[in-house]
């Protein structure tokens, strides 16, 4: 049996993020609500006031005044003028050794998906309002995609934003683009939430998630979530359109279905690590 430790799912596609056991023993309370916290901060761009978090969590805001007393007093947050909280410092250390830890993690799969599609891999993650870089094997070929590791990207004009925002259900899928906003980037460029949740139903159902051009012209992504993990990810190929045709994509999102199935420490038919030996063919845009 299994539950969602926080909000419920949304409506039109489902709240896809990590359903956690229930334990045998009872949760610490206190703990659990003081993480939720940090989550509400992290989704309110790292800073809230009192009556903001309140509203997110559901909590009385005494509650979440004993509670961020104590992450102040730890460094995890930090207290600004005008009654307003943000994140504190103490998370950099530890953001900065967790993405280090995972990148390494991740590397071997990131780069058995490079020589299989013969184009740049990448991991990303949900932070806030936008999709983070967290680890990236880049493509062999002189002309390729490259991305640096922390680097932010929008969601809704992205592979992996798509696919981040796939995980979180509809409602909360557009509450954070429209908190970020829907800038035009390319001609191609989705501005508005009714075509980009038409487009996350579409990748839902063919399994994957794609950018044709959205936010750099000429550049396509594919991209899937991986399941299961306790913060929103998605891994991902990117590559010039010339390259990364249309006729590979059915492929490519397998191979990445499966490379996040070993993210996720879930192979299907395989031993994690085992790969194909069939090379995904090189195309060409029609």
């Known amino acids: 049996m299994v539950h969602w430790p926080r909000r419920g799912p949304g409506q039109g596609y489902p709240d896809r993020r990590c359903a956690v056991p229930e334990s045998p023993g009872r949760p ?3 703990l659990q609500r003081a993480f939720d916290l940090l989550d509400d901060l992290a989704d309110a761009g ?70 299989r599609t013969g184009e740049s891999a990448n991991l990303a993650g949900l932070d ?14 002189p002309m390729r995609m490259f991305t640096e590791v922390g680097a932010h990207v929008p969601l809704h004009c992205t ?30 460029t989705i501005v508005d939430v009714v075509t980009l949740d038409r487009e996350i139903r579409a990748g839902l159902e063919r399994g994957w998630h794609v950018d044709d051009g959205e936010q750099e012209i000429g550049v396509r992504c594919v991209a899937v979530p991986v399941p299961d993990a306790p913060t929103p990810c998605a891994v991902s190929v990117s590559g010039p359109a010339a390259r990364l045709g249309s006729d ?5 999102g397998a191979l990445l279905g499966e490379a996040a199935r ?15 030996a069939v090379r995904v063919p090189e195309g060409t845009s029609p």
Do not use: C, F, N, W
Not at 128 to 141: D, F, I
Not at 176 to 183: D, F, I, K, N, S
């Open 159 to 188: 592979g992996v934003g798509k696919a981040l925002l796939s995980t979180v259900g509809a409602s909360r899928a557009r509450q954070l683009v429209e908190r970020a906003g829907m800038p035009a980037l390319t001609p191609s």
């Open 28 to 30: 610490v309370q206190s």
């Open 46 to 115: 790292g800073r809230a006031t009192l009556s903001e978090l309140a509203a997110a969590s559901g909590l009385p805001v005494a509650t979440i005044h004993r509670l961020l007393a104590t992450l102040v007093e730890l460094g995890h947050v930090r207290r600004e003028p005008g009654r307003r909280y943000a994140l504190g410092p103490r998370l950099v250390r530890l953001g900065d050794t967790a993405g280090r830890v995972l990148g390494d993690g991740v590397r071997p799969v990131l780069a058995d998906l490079v020589a």
């Open 128 to 141: 806030g309002s936008s999709a983070v870089y967290l680890a990236q094997v880049p493509s062999p070929h």
């Open 262 to 276: 070993r993210i996720a420490g879930r192979p299907a038919g395989a031993a994690p690590g085992a790969a194909p």
């Open 248 to 252: 590979r994509m059915a492929a490519v």
